[in-house]
């Protein structure tokens, strides 16, 4: 059997649950124990995470579930649950003006309300040390109920 190529789009988007059942046979050469708790976080499953344990090189019993863990740990760190939410904070100014604008025109198109092409691509913040960029960001992701990720040019 020859390597079986993706289609591009299909690569970039999110892993589906069937493309993660050939990989992980393919890798593994075994079935992965699928169950309904797979739905939660396969999609978010990306090659590294395989390679990785590919590397590792744990038994094959065991590459499911060290791959779930890995991938449910990143989502943990990326999904906001502490932190104010944006009615919390204060100050900020027309920031947090523009931030409420956001969140709505984000909450109405994961609804389906407007389209993905009419919210704002980006935003961004600058100011010096301590002035609530990274609080107000991550405000932003917990109204929105989306992942953050924080980075900074210094890391």
């Known amino acids: 059997m020859g390597v079986q190529r993706v289609p591009q789009e299909r690569a970039r988007s999110r892993m589906d649950l069937e493309l993660f059942q050939r990989v992980f046979e393919a890798v593994f050469k075994t079935k992965p124990p699928m169950n309904e708790d797979a739905l939660t976080w396969v999609r978010y499953a990306q090659p590294v995470d395989l390679a990785r344990i590919v590397r590792l090189e744990r038994e094959q019993g065991n590459a499911y579930a060290l791959l779930r863990h890995r991938v ?30 956001l969140i709505a025109d984000i909450r109405a198109a ?26 107000l960001a991550r405000a932003i992701a917990k109204d929105c109920g989306v992942h953050f ?7």
């Open 72 to 101: 449910e740990d990143r989502l943990q760190r990326l999904t906001p649950t502490h932190g104010p939410a944006l009615k919390d904070l204060c100050g900020l100014g027309e920031a947090k003006v523009r931030a409420d604008m």
């Open 110 to 135: 994961l609804a389906g309300k407007i389209p993905w092409a009419a919210v704002d691509r980006g935003m961004l913040l600058i100011g010096p040390p301590g002035c609530g960029k990274t609080s």
């Open 149 to 155: 990720l924080e980075c900074s040019a210094a890391s």
